[in-house]
């Protein structure tokens, strides 16, 4: 599913309980410098990212100061977060002219310990190459690093290295809980694109060998991953940046499926299988 671009007003995009992707949750809370947002979210955990702007966070008896450092954009530095318990009042106070704020959700039921993660704690994956069209770099914001101290949620960024190219290919799936092979993790994606008039396609093959659907994705686009095979590409000329939230239904540890068709394609790309270690 793709949702266009938006005010949504720092309402969330995707709702506790949604019936696409039920295992998730989603909201980009705009602010100006003194304003605060408070939130709290029953059943599930979340992780506070910002996309630009420096915000404090308050949340479990927890004060995290001056989370963020990106001015521009999701270009300009390293991410950072705040780990927000299940069922855990949390209030984020922006402390720069202005903030745009990630809000990712995992549905859970036990309630941990709220931590930060700062730049120098993220763990980094760089995959792919030029002449495959598949160089990217990931950087985990909750990621295996994390594994004890989280229960289902998976948070990230992917950036392109370069301009143009694919990414998520081989294609891969996780909608089904079948373990050792595959596990069920809900997935939305928000992309940003540099220059923000860029764009690009958004595949979604719900089986093997049987055409499927794309969607045009812009500059702010939200896509809701539910089921099938799920490569992305931009745009020749084009950096592309896609912010990643997922939520496993028995486990935190996603076990990709990667499509029969293409699977060959593992062994053409370097550093394939270090990318999907990384998601655990």
């Not at 705009?30 to 996309?51: H, M, N, W």
């Not at 927890?62 to 270009?75: A, H, K, Q, S």
Request: with cysteine; aromatic share 10%; glycine share 10%.
């Amino acid at each position: 599913m793709h949702i266009p671009p938006f005010d949504n007003q720092n309402q969330p995009i995707v709702d506790l309980g949604h019936d696409l992707v039920p295992l998730n949750y989603f909201n980009i809370v705009k602010l100006t410098e003194g304003q605060s947002f408070d939130y709290r979210t029953p059943g599930y955990e979340t992780c506070i990212v910002p996309a630009t702007g420096t915000v404090t966070v308050e949340t479990g008896g927890e004060v995290f100061e001056d989370i963020g450092n990106r001015t521009v954009d999701v270009w300009g530095g390293e991410p950072e977060g705040v780990y927000v318990p299940t069922d855990t009042g949390a209030r984020f106070t922006c402390h720069t002219e202005t903030a745009e704020v990630f809000i990712a959700g995992a549905k859970y039921d036990e309630v941990l310990k709220p931590f930060a993660v700062r730049s120098d704690e993220l763990d980094l994956v760089q995959y792919g190459s030029d002449d495959t069209k598949t160089h990217r770099k990931i950087k985990h914001i909750l990621g295996a690093n994390y594994h004890d101290r989280v229960g289902r949620l998976l948070v990230s960024e992917l950036f392109t290295v370069g301009q143009g190219g694919w990414s998520g290919f081989p294609s891969h799936k996780h909608d089904t809980d079948r373990l050792p092979d595959e596990t069920r993790h809900d997935e939305t994606y928000n992309f940003r694109f540099r220059p923000n008039h860029g764009s690009g396609v958004q595949m979604l093959q719900r089986a093997d060998n049987e055409p499927g659907d794309a969607y045009h994705i812009m500059d702010g686009s939200t896509i809701l991953i539910d089921k099938g095979y799920h490569p992305c590409a931009v745009l020749p000329g084009y950096e592309m940046y896609y912010f990643t939230i997922l939520g496993g239904l028995s486990q935190r540890s996603l076990k990709q499926y990667f499509q029969p068709t293409h699977a060959d394609q593992l062994h053409t790309i370097p550093g394939i299988m270090d990318m999907v270690a990384k998601f655990k």
